[in-house]
């Protein structure tokens, strides 16, 4: 056992003083911060304009900085980009910056929106690594301008599947952030994927890494 003294001190003060009694010791408790699982899903298509790029470097600037800052923690972070007929994952979970660094040397962009896969396949990679680690604490975290034309499965609705994809996320209890970087009015179909989710809505304008940071941070993680 560890003596909390000035707490024991405490508690003998409060019983009148004099002799410290066995029943005024009090131990010292410590709370291990749950390990946390950051996924980010970014567009990275032709839908996002010129801006898409510079999301991305983004996202891998937000992640660099989330490992570096959260060594001792060996929280894990990991990225898929959606674009052209499916989303990839760029990065696996991982807790090494060295390592997300060479993953990330390439960033590639352009194409149609398959936003539907590429929550898909951050949601998968959140299962796959709670089957390791039950007491993760995970977090999605979804950079889009509310553009998607490529369903997950050949003829669907698109906004309809993205919203039922969403709904099943929430039911698994996995926090989750919805970031409009359109420059124009708020999106609304972003805002709804926002309410299947339960998660929070936040439009950020000239998105950079440490925005992104502060998201995940406001989430209560990272």
């Not at 410290?20 to 911060?33: E, G, M, N, S, T």
């Not at 929550?119 to 796959?128: P, V």
């Not at 179909?189 to 926002?194: I, P, T």
Request: aromatic share 4%.
């Amino acid at each position: 056992m560890s003596l909390d003294l000035p707490a024991s001190l405490r508690a003998n003060l409060m019983r009148g003083g004099g002799p410290i009694a066995f029943a005024d010791l009090r131990r010292k408790v410590f709370q291990h911060r749950q390990k946390a699982l950051i996924v980010f899903v970014i567009d990275a298509s032709e839908s996002m304009g010129e801006g898409t790029l510079e999301r991305m470097k983004a996202a891998k600037g937000a992640i660099l900085g989330l490992l570096t800052a959260a060594y001792q923690n060996r929280d894990q972070v990991a990225l898929v980009a959606f674009r052209e007929q499916q989303a990839q994952v760029l990065l696996r979970p991982t807790s090494s910056v060295l390592l997300a660094q060479q993953q990330l040397r390439t960033l590639p962009i352009g194409g149609a929106t398959p936003f539907a896969d590429g929550l898909w396949q951050g949601w998968q990679l959140i299962r796959s690594e709670r089957q390791k680690q039950p007491n993760l604490q995970p977090l999605l975290v979804i950079v889009s301008d509310g553009e998607a034309n490529v369903p997950l499965v050949s003829g669907a609705a698109v906004f309809p599947e993205l919203y039922s994809i969403a709904k099943q996320i929430r039911q698994d209890r996995i926090a989750s952030v919805v970031i409009d970087s359109c420059a124009g009015v708020e999106n609304h179909n972003l805002q709804k994927l926002a309410e299947k989710l339960a998660g929070s809505y936040q439009q950020i304008r000239d998105l950079h890494a440490g925005k992104l940071v502060d998201a995940v941070r406001k989430a209560g993680v990272g």
